[in-house]
């Protein structure tokens, strides 16, 4: 605008300085020293503004490519869900949809998750709060943090003044506390030898307690992703995406590709139960094995049973006319570096070993509709020798737990 005002400015003063009207419409040409000079000022000034304009022009352009290369290199910091609905103004924190288990949700993990689910590791009262990592590390993982960035740190001491108590007893959930049999002694029903090395039970890593292992057997795990959409479902854009009921369970980035997707759930076994089981052939015993999800609970008699609903298999035969199986429960944790427990992450090996009896009063021996009961029913115990397996299309047993004892 100024620079239109300057040329306006020239262009009024020439004409006022050169030209001239009377009645014979002659033109004559009457110099005029100051108004020369000033022509040249503005003239002057003028390109002055051009000079400028182009300069600010530039600033301009460079400040437009580094503000997209700024952009581009934000964007590539983004991996998570959370990120992207950050970066759009929408805030929220991952929720780990399982809690009682040491895994965060499938897909890129935030940074919060990786102090792990049992919280931020403690270190002492008197420890370096507020030096940098490399206080103490050397492995490169600090990036200039402090040391209560990752850790917590302990309550100030106190020196007691009346006698300390005695602790309280584990709790009887706890997964390391025997229960069958309770005082721990599994040799006798294993024949195992050299237990203080072929056992291993610390640290979580062996679920040898009844009430804790019914929590582990037969429940899922469930885990969100996004699900490409069918034509008119879904949502198309990041800001919808990030409205949308359980945000907060994924850490997968949102496709944002223009395509509908859908935040579906699945869910999986926590861990597996592989029956082991055998028979006899030709006088030959022949080992089978099978994985299932089934459930344990405790029932009315105060004894805890293993509900396993499948087809006839061998499985079932072995089970039902030996009378007894082995059952071994077992989680793993690819993430944790600790064999048998990890402060942060868990047991990489977690789990149990079950011996089992096929309880003949409680299990029903059912048609291929898998629901007209041939053999049992009604708390009637049956022959298994005298079971006719032609007649038989499914097993819903009922195995009663013996022996809970590690893994080793």
Request: charged share 20%.
């Amino acid at each position: 605008m100024m620079k239109k005002t300057f040329k306006l400015s020239l262009v009024c003063i020439s004409v006022l300085a050169l030209t001239a009207c009377n009645d014979d419409d002659t033109v004559t040409i009457d110099p005029n020293p100051e108004l020369e000079v000033q022509i040249a000022e503005l003239t002057q000034q003028n390109q002055q503004l051009d000079e400028a304009n182009k300069g600010l022009t530039e600033d301009n352009k460079n400040l437009s490519d580094t503000n997209k290369e700024l952009d581009e290199k934000a964007t590539s910091f983004v991996s998570t869900f959370q990120q992207q609905c950050a970066n759009i103004g929408v805030n929220f924190e991952y929720e780990n949809p399982n809690p009682d288990t040491p895994y965060v949700n499938n897909g890129k993990s935030p940074e919060a998750s990786l102090v792990g689910v049992f919280g931020m590791p403690e270190i002492p009262f008197e420890h370096n709060e507020g030096s940098t990592c490399t206080s103490c590390h050397n492995d490169g993982h600090d990036n200039g943090m402090t040391c209560d960035t990752c850790h917590s740190f302990a309550a100030e001491p106190v020196e007691p003044t009346d006698p300390v108590d005695p602790v309280e007893p584990t709790e009887p959930g706890a997964p390391g506390v025997p229960t069958h049999p309770a005082d721990g002694n599994w040799d006798s029903y294993t024949g195992a030898s050299n237990v203080g090395t072929f056992y291993y039970n610390a640290d979580g890593a062996s679920f040898v307690n009844a009430a804790f292992l019914e929590t582990r057997m037969g429940k899922q795990n469930t885990f969100y992703e996004w699900k490409e959409a069918a034509e008119g479902e879904g949502v198309k854009t990041l800001k919808t995406a990030c409205g949308q009921e359980n945000r907060e369970f994924i850490t997968h980035e949102f496709p944002d590709d223009g395509k509908s997707y859908t935040l579906n759930s699945y869910s999986n076994f926590k861990g597996a139960s592989t029956f082991t089981t055998h028979r006899i052939e030709n006088g030959t015993p022949i080992a089978s094995s099978a994985t299932f999800g089934p459930g344990m609970s405790l029932e009315d008699d105060g004894e805890y049973y293993i509900d396993l609903f499948i087809t006839k298999n061998n499985t079932c035969k072995n089970l039902i006319t030996n009378g007894s199986g082995e059952v071994h429960y077992y989680e793993y944790d690819t993430r944790s570096n600790v064999k048998k427990g990890s402060p942060d992450m868990g047991p990489r090996n977690a789990g149990a070993r079950i011996q089992v009896t096929a309880d003949l009063h409680k299990s029903v021996l059912k048609s291929f509709d898998w629901f007209t009961p041939v053999y049992g029913a009604d708390g009637q115990s049956f022959d298994p020798l005298a079971v006719d397996w032609n007649t038989v299309g499914s097993c819903d047993l009922k195995l009663k737990v013996q022996v809970i004892y590690p893994l080793g």
